[in-house]
């Protein structure tokens, strides 16, 4: 069984650059979540999909950046405009059921320079 | 909210036994979980406690210590491949994907 997997696994853009990170998660899995780690912090919770209805998106930080999950399967979480900020490594996670322990993706190092 | 406090940093000798603390204050608590992350890896699950108690898994084992706030990950017999970051995360919620991390412990283990 393939886990989760993302794409691209690095991504270095311009200040004020689109990117669009890719998430496929474990087939048959309904819930799945986009998280990130900014350097020198811990990993921070920024939404939650169950099939394609964002259940939570409470930890998005701000209007910039747009997740979606049409069809119920493959994610994408977009940054537009990108700031300096905004660099850090983002994983995705998914779960067949929602109490049960999340499977991470390898995550997508994103550095805005 | 959420807090979480684990060590930075532990070293330990190839075939001893490190024990990795937790300590959370939260909200809400329905449960915690154990993730070792290789760099450039993703997390994978090692453990998951929601009653007090050690949790043993092969060379791993998890404690905890729900009226303490307070949980331990123990690794026995190290071998070089342990070495990797340990992260410690609360469930507050039934929703266990959105979990609260700590900012993990990076554990190097020395021949």
């Known amino acids: 069984e393939a886990g989760v997997t993302q794409f691209p696994s690095h991504s270095v853009i311009e200040k004020g650059q689109t990117v669009t990170l890719r998430c496929d998660p474990i087939?048959?899995?309904?819930?799945l979540y986009w998280y990130r780690r900014v350097m020198g912090k811990e990993i921070k919770f920024l939404l939650h999909?169950?099939?394609?209805?964002?259940?939570?998106e409470s930890g998005m930080p701000n209007n910039r950046f747009l997740a979606e999950r049409t069809g119920g399967t493959y994610s994408t979480l977009k940054v537009q405009p990108a700031e300096l900020e905004d660099s850090g490594v983002y994983f995705c996670?998914?779960?067949?059921?929602?109490?049960?322990?999340?499977?991470f993706g390898q995550g997508t190092r994103l550095t805005v320079v | 909210g959420q807090n979480i406090d684990q060590p930075t940093e532990m070293t330990a000798t190839e075939g001893a036994i490190v024990q990795i603390n937790c300590t959370y204050q939260?909200?809400?608590?329905?449960?915690l979980f154990w993730y070792q992350q290789h760099a450039g890896e993703a997390p994978t699950f090692l453990s998951y406690?929601?009653?007090?108690g050690l949790e043993e898994k092969g060379r791993f084992s998890s404690f905890l210590s729900r009226s303490k706030g307070y949980s331990y990950l123990l690794l026995k017999e190290l071998q070089m491949k342990d070495s990797a970051s340990y992260l410690c995360?609360?469930?507050?919620?039934?929703?266990?994907?959105?979990?609260?991390f700590g900012d993990g412990t990076t554990l190097t283990v020395k021949p």
């Open positions: 939260t909200s809400g608590f329905n449960g």
């Open positions: 995360a609360v469930r507050d919620s039934t929703n266990a994907g959105k979990s609260t």
């Open positions: 999909f169950v099939k394609e209805s964002k259940q939570d």
């Open positions: 406690n929601v009653l007090d």
């Open positions: 996670a998914s779960a067949r059921v929602m109490n049960t322990e999340a499977f």
């Open positions: 087939s048959g899995h309904d819930n």
